[in-house]
């Protein structure tokens, strides 16, 4: 699909947390830390997912009248520690009754009969008054009273966790998260309660910065490297051709190599003569000029203008310019199937995937001969796990264009994730096959082998991995993304963190607007322990993002970092480093 990252395979469950954790490509780790992937796929085998919603303590039997005589003459040869705990037994019989106010009363004389010294008492006293409140809703109290149970026992998960839940009710998502990334790390990930609430209060502030962030920031053109891998994905795409002849000057290119002169005024044939020499900042303005005078090409000049528009971050731009094409009905029928494709990825960057699939129906309906329609819809079929109807698409691209090596290669991956995922070995090595297959034809496709080393990854055949990358880089020396994928393979093949960073590195410095370096080099980070750097990391991928989506997952990312901070700094916990 235009504009995304190839959809990469699930993987299992039989490696080392930290390694597992670092599988990095669609947005998976969305927890505190990325050790949740890895903690997430075992809860269910594990106990203390039950709510903690019971006091602590037991409740007295009920008491006959002369029972409560008897209990007030002892009563009177009791400590005051003893009284307290008396008190607190009396409450706990009233909360599992119901009688949440009776309860209260009996937690509060706990509370004031409990010698001073007396701290782990005192904090469950507290603890079990904001249970209670928590049953009448009273959410302000509960945090109070919670407060007062961590300030005496700062590792108390159950006020911790209890004083997240009211806080979350408050709207105080930033102090939730930090009392439940404690609790996480206190429970050693292992308690799924915890961990869910970590997780949607980090997709809840993730959405809302994001939305902000997204709103007010300036538009960046990518790389060179990232423009022409995007248009690579076209084969069917008018905007993205060379200049034919007629639209030069006969003259030849000066000795310098530059692009001979336009011939006429057309700010689109300008535009087009830019693209030529990756002069891709002056594009937007040669196209405007095009629309606003009318002229011959405006169709193609809004569709080129859209497409860079998306490609610089700035959908809100391009959406209006992609309607005007799609609603063009004497316009070139290439240019709208090209505009509903790009429209519809649109879209599924907007997590909308019913208008998404409604374009690219549209796209097959107008212009039934387009490859490119059945290739990004086939990636689009695989982002909603509907792999059948991808393969369909992708053999329907083939079809009308026998060439398509990047089809076929997504076809192979997409019938090993099938595979792979439904754990069927036989399927599995069917669809190495065909990877064997397509990079045997297509000795030239980047794309076929960078998706068989994923594949070769999961499979453990780390060294096959690693020669496959190393084609790539071969092909395509200046693909940054390609340099992060063989690094994360260095980490999780040999465990070796100096190469796999300096390889990351090194993809940052070939495209220093590589987002996904910049990702994974924070995530690593955050295994090392090194959270101000991972937290550096994650801010400049921040900065980079082309969707408003991404961005929403950089700062839950962001945010996970942030908070083990300041856990670190108030209760001196760390989870597990690497």
């Known amino acids: 699909m235009a504009a995304s990252k190839p959809v990469e395979p699930q993987s299992g469950t039989g490696l080392p947390r930290w390694q597992l954790a670092l599988l990095v490509g669609t947005p998976i780790v969305l927890g505190v830390g990325a050790v949740y992937l890895w903690n997430r796929s075992r809860t269910k085998e594990r106990k203390g997912t039950g709510e903690r919603k019971t006091p602590e303590g037991s409740a007295s039997p009920v008491q006959g009248q002369d029972g409560a005589a008897r209990a007030s003459r002892e009563q009177e040869n009791m400590s005051p520690l003893d009284r307290a705990q008396a008190a607190k037994n009396k409450g706990n019989k009233y909360f599992k009754a119901g009688k949440y106010e009776n309860a209260i009363q009996c937690y509060t004389e706990a509370i004031g009969l409990c010698p001073t010294e007396q701290k782990t008492d005192l904090s469950t006293f507290y603890q079990n008054r904001a249970a209670a409140y928590e049953q009448q809703m009273k959410w302000t109290e509960v945090v109070q009273d919670c407060s007062q149970a961590v300030e005496l026992n700062p590792r108390y998960v159950k006020a911790l966790f209890r004083r997240a839940k009211a806080l979350e009710k408050l709207d105080n998502k930033k102090e939730c998260l930090e009392d439940v990334t404690a609790v996480c790390i206190l ?29 007010n920031r300036e538009p960046m053109m990518p790389s060179p490297q990232f423009i022409k891998s995007y248009f690579s994905s076209f084969t069917d795409d008018i905007i993205s051709q060379p200049l034919q002849k007629g639209e030069k000057k006969d003259e030849d290119k000066d000795k310098e190599g530059e692009a001979a002169e336009v011939t006429g005024s057309s700010g689109y044939l300008k535009a087009k003569q830019y693209m030529e020499e990756e002069n891709y900042d002056k594009i937007i303005s040669e196209c405007t000029k095009e629309i606003e005078s009318g002229g011959r090409y405006t169709a193609e000049a809004l569709l080129l203008r859209a497409t860079f528009y998306l490609l610089i971050g700035n959908a809100t731009a391009a959406q209006p310019d992609l309607d005007r094409v799609i609603n063009m009905q004497d316009a070139n029928v290439k240019l709208r199937g090209n505009a509903l494709i790009k429209r519809g990825s649109m879209y599924m960057q907007q997590q909308q995937p019913l208008l998404s699939t409604q374009d690219f129906n549209m796209a097959a309906e107008i212009d039934t001969r387009n490859p490119d329609v059945y290739h990004h819809r086939g990636q689009l079929k695989i982002l909603l796990d509907q792999v059948d109807e991808a393969v369909g698409d992708f053999d329907e691209c083939i079809l009308l264009r026998p060439d398509s090596a990047l089809a076929q290669a997504q076809k192979c991956f997409a019938l090993y994730r099938q595979a792979y995922t439904g754990n069927n070995p036989s399927q599995v090595q069917t669809a190495m096959d065909g990877f064997e297959d397509v990079i045997r034809r297509f000795p030239k496709c980047a794309e076929g082998y ?94 980079l993002a082309k969707s408003e989506m991404e961005m929403a997952h950089l700062y839950s990312l962001c945010d996970a970092a942030y908070a083990q901070t300041e856990v670190a700094r108030k209760y001196g916990l760390k989870p597990p480093t690497l």
């Open 187 to 215: 429970e050693a990930f292992q308690n799924q309660q915890s961990m869910l609430l970590a997780d949607k209060v980090l997709k809840q502030l993730g959405k809302e910065k994001a939305k902000e962030k997204y709103k």
């Open 450 to 543: 960078a998706l068989y080393a994923q594949a070769l990854t999961d499979q453990q055949q780390f060294g096959k991995a690693d020669e496959m990358y190393d084609k790539c880089i071969e092909l395509e020396p200046d693909n940054a993304t390609t340099y992060v994928h063989k690094g994360l393979l260095q980490l999780q093949w040999k465990q070796d963190l100096d190469l796999g960073l300096e390889l990351i590195s090194k993809a940052i410095e070939i495209d220093n607007k590589c987002d996904f370096a910049y990702e994974t080099m924070g995530t690593i980070e955050v295994q090392r322990g090194n959270l101000d750097k991972a937290i550096e990391m994650f801010n400049k991928a921040i900065n």
